[in-house]
């Protein structure tokens, strides 16, 4: 989620060395070791109350398509190609004619609906736990492996921003604890430990069809103190309708993705960006079993996904 903003923007003030922990982000408190964070908050029984949130048997694609058109932060970019069997200009294969096609996908990993992993974005080149930026460099990121990150499976709860403003929300209007709170009233529901919280700002329905580069740009989104509540009520994941889940403009242009700093680094929480969460809050729904299981490719920070909201 990272782009060229970001170096176009003012750095987060550093703190050097050891005078780096007064912060008290690390160690994280589930265990000096832990490499895994909130998802620590799962549980069977999360599971066994959320399959009971299930309904109408209704399945919602959270995910939207991934290729070249595919919404992205900065310069990535998508290429597919097909490469045919036999090559071409050969005969097909055998008695039975055999023709097929392999294909060979060159990407980012954060393009499209995607999952930033806890390796993404550090402070002063120290991410979860305080494991410094160069281990995981050199280990391809072994310690924080999106591989190991268990199946998702648990409630998922949609806050929908749209409906409480009431009007179409602006970029960087920044949500505030108070503002996540009165909607989740109004909504009469609450959050709990383990849950997956999406919010939907019908940002990717007003923007990403009729004006993709103003959708890229800028969003409404949510502001450091409502991911900081969102983070106390242990939460496993934060997503939205977004391409980069916080306000932008920034609340504070000197503290650029300062959100995905304190979700990533500090509190082990995932980041969802581009969750079509508009098909959910057109129904009406506000809880759903949430069902992930992303793909396990090593080496990479983020990696493109399909959730599922089941009703």
């Keep these: 989620m990272i782009g060229k903003l970001l170096g176009a923007t003012l750095a987060v003030s550093c703190v050097a060395g050891a005078a780096q922990a007064q912060d008290d982000w690390y160690p994280s408190k589930y265990g000096a070791a832990d490499t895994l964070g909130a998802v620590n908050n799962l549980s069977p029984e999360g599971v066994k109350r959320a399959a009971a949130l299930v309904k109408t048997g209704k399945v919602y694609a959270l995910g939207i398509p991934t290729g070249p058109d595919a919404p992205v932060y900065g310069e990535r970019k998508y290429t597919a190609e097909g490469i045919p069997t036999p090559p071409p200009g050969q005969p097909p294969i055998g008695e039975s004619k055999v023709t097929a096609f392999d294909e060979k996908v060159t990407t980012s990993m954060g393009i499209g609906t995607q999952m930033d992993g806890l390796a ?9 736990n305080g494991i410094k930026a160069d281990e995981l460099a050199a280990t391809r990121f072994a310690k924080l492996d999106m591989s190991k990150i268990p199946p998702i499976v648990t409630r998922g709860v949609v806050i929908d921003m749209r409906k409480h403003f009431g009007r179409p929300l602006a970029a960087g209007h920044a949500f505030t604890a108070a503002d996540i709170q009165a ?5 009469r529901i609450t959050i709990g430990k383990g849950d997956v919280v999406l919010l939907h700002t019908g940002w990717m329905a007003d923007k990403l069809a ?10 409404p989104g949510l502001g ?9 009520q242990g939460v496993v994941a934060i997503g939205a309708d977004t391409i980069a889940l916080e306000a932008i403009p920034f609340e504070n ?3 650029p993705f300062v959100v995905h700093q304190h979700m990533l680094a500090k509190r082990g929480v995932h980041v969802l960006e581009n969750i079509n969460v508009g098909p959910l809050a057109a129904d ?6 949430f069902v992930l299981g992303q793909p396990r490719f090593q080496g990479t920070v983020q990696v493109v996904i399909n959730p599922i909201a089941i009703r």
């Design 224 to 232: 450091l103190e409502a991911a900081t509540w969102l983070c106390d």
């Design 183 to 187: 909607a989740l009233k109004s909504q």
């Design 120 to 128: 993404h974005l550090g402070i002063d080149h120290r991410h979860y």
């Design 284 to 289: 009406g729904v506000t809880e759903f079993l």
């Design 253 to 255: 242009p000197n503290r």
């Design 210 to 219: 009729s004006d993709k580069a103003a959708f890229q740009a800028n969003e």
